[in-house]
T-cell receptor, first 116, second 114 residues
Framework: GDSVTQMEGPVTLSEEAFLTINCTYT??????LFWYVQYPGEGLQLLLK?????DKGSNKGFEATYRKETTSFHLEKGSVQVSDSAVYFC???????????????FGQGTILTVHP | DTEVTQTPKHLVMGMTNKKSLKCEQH?????MYWYKQKAKKPPELMFV???????INESVPSRFSPECPNSSLLNLHLHALQPEDSALYLC?????????????FGPGTRLLVL
């Protein structure tokens, strides 16, 4: 079945450091890929997405590129801020039918803490 | 506007109570979802409604009963819950269920079952 693997956290960085959160996936065909962020005490917010190979999603200084050859969708940000402290979820949605149709498959989440 | 609203924000209930969670969206989305999220875990899908009809039930116990009165509203009726049902309940919506469409989440209802 479909699956998403994220790098284990927690990740702790100083403000202005470079961020990478690794995400790899297993799926049939060409799924859509998403990064969601969950701030403390809140629901999930879409951070960015990509729907086909080589697409780059970007938002609020975060970027991720859909790499079909490595089945990856790593999240990067050049300079993190304290306000970026949150849990980050990588997710996929398959483009095939069957029992997985329309369902999001999430990774386990990565806790990011940014210190001043 | 990509807002999904949920009420109440917090709910405490006993194991014999009956309560309901409410979710609303005015984006014209035709698919709506209920998820359950335990602390430090990803959301787990419970139910999906598509065009106001239940399309997916992820083998959820019958003490959880979803309802979609119209295309903008989604309810989750709770009855005889167990303490292990304590969690954050998230509602989401999307234009449809195709793979390209984004699910937008509400802020959640934090449920505590005593």
């Amino acid at each position: 079945g479909d699956s998403v693997t994220q790098m284990e956290g927690p990740v702790t960085l100083s403000e202005e450091a470079f961020l990478t959160i690794n995400c790899t996936y297993t799926a049939t065909g060409y799924p859509s890929l998403f990064w969601y962020v969950q701030y403390p005490g809140e629901g999930l917010q879409l951070l960015l997405k990509a729907t086909k190979a080589d697409d780059k999603g970007s938002n609020k200084g975060f970027e991720a590129t859909y790499r079909k050859e490595t089945t990856s969708f790593h999240l990067e940000k050049g300079s993190v801020q304290v306000s970026d402290s949150a849990v980050y979820f990588c997710a996929l949605k398959p483009n095939a039918g069957g029992t997985s149709y329309g369902k999001l498959t999430f990774g386990q989440g990565t806790i990011l803490t940014v210190h001043p | 506007d990509t807002e999904v609203t949920q009420t109440p924000k917090h709910l405490v209930m006993g194991m014999t109570n009956k309560k309901s969670l409410k979710c609303e969206q005015h984006m014209g989305h035709r698919a709506m979802y209920w998820y359950k999220q335990k602390a430090k875990k990803p959301p787990e899908l419970m139910f999906v409604y598509s065009y106001e009809k239940l399309s997916i039930n992820e083998s959820v116990p019958s003490r959880f009963s979803p309802e979609c009165p119209n295309s903008s509203l989604l309810n989750l009726h709770l009855h005889a819950l167990q303490p292990e049902d304590s969690a954050l309940y998230l509602c989401a919506s999307s234009q449809g269920q195709t793979f390209q469409e984004t699910q937008y989440f509400g802020p959640g209802t934090r449920l505590l079952v005593l």
